[in-house]
């Protein structure tokens, strides 16, 4: 009687066997494609919202000549100055739109003929002697482009927050309130 010895099964050859056993059956096909193409769509789907436990989910945000964050107070102390007013409807894209984090309870995007008074967040931040590159939120939104200044007419209140295990923060920073929380 003659044995036979068997081949070592490589990683190759059992891989080979796996997808074989799987792709026998179309159905089985079509669940597996299905799964793949859920699993890849969410990992590629936006973030959340970087944001801090507390936030005002009332109060849209106005974004005032693309370059400053505002309230919509703003809107109605200045109608007189405004040119141009979009109500943004459809969710933007994080990676179109550099407001995009603080946009979940809506934004107004205004051009206004008016110049507005503003502080950037590198002079709020040195301010409150801070370090300077220290993030900063509006509403407890984090604000993601050091490139926004905050109109100083909007400001209601500034609070500071200190990292904890609910926050996730790296770093004391500061959040601006622009309505009442």
């Excluded at 036979?4 to 080979?16: D, F, G, L």
């Excluded at 944001?51 to 400053?68: A, F, G």
């Excluded at 300077?132 to 407890?140: A, D, M, S």
Aim: proline share 2%; glycine share 2%.
């Amino acid at each position: 009687m003659k044995i036979k010895k068997q081949k070592k099964s490589t990683s190759k050859n059992v891989m080979h066997l796996f997808l074989n056993l799987i792709f026998k059956n179309s159905k089985k096909k079509l669940i597996i494609t299905f799964f793949c193409m859920l699993f890849f769509s969410s990992c590629y789907s936006q973030k959340k919202y970087n944001k801090l436990p507390k936030t005002n989910n009332s109060s849209l945000i106005v974004i005032i000549n693309d370059s400053i964050i505002s309230s919509e107070s703003s809107i109605s102390n200045h109608k007189e100055t405004i040119e141009k007013m979009y109500v943004m409807k459809e969710k933007p894209n994080r990676k179109e739109h550099k407001f995009y984090n603080l946009s979940e309870n809506g934004i107004v995007l205004v051009d206004m003929n008016k110049k507005v008074k503003t502080i950037s967040q590198q002079e709020l931040n040195s301010f409150f002697k801070i370090n300077p590159l220290n993030e900063i939120y509006v509403n407890g939104y984090l604000i993601e482009h050091r490139d926004y200044e905050i109109a100083t007419e909007s400001i209601v209140k500034i609070e500071f927050i200190q990292p904890n295990t609910k926050n996730d923060l790296k770093n004391k920073t500061i959040n601006i309130w622009m309505t009442s929380n």
